[in-house]
């Protein structure tokens, strides 16, 4: 199942981190929007518990967009 830009949002609000993700951008860091290092954590930590893709954190690191998100994800499923 491709993962996009709907399912990282779903993500972010499931993690807690914002309940009104409609004003997100995909191209610019979600570090610049309001979500945390933290934060980043348990969107990802969502996500790798939905679609069974484990995120090293070598590779955590530089996912710091919408769009770099659903690329990854969708890269490993």
Known sequence: MAIGRDEVLSAIRDSGELDDVSALRDDVRLTEQG??????????????????ITVPDKDAEKLQTIA?????????S
């Open 68 to 76: 770099q998100i659903a690329a990854y994800f969708n890269d490993r």
């Open 35 to 52: 979500i945390d290092s933290l934060g980043m954590f348990n969107v990802l930590l969502v996500l790798s518990e939905r679609h069974g």
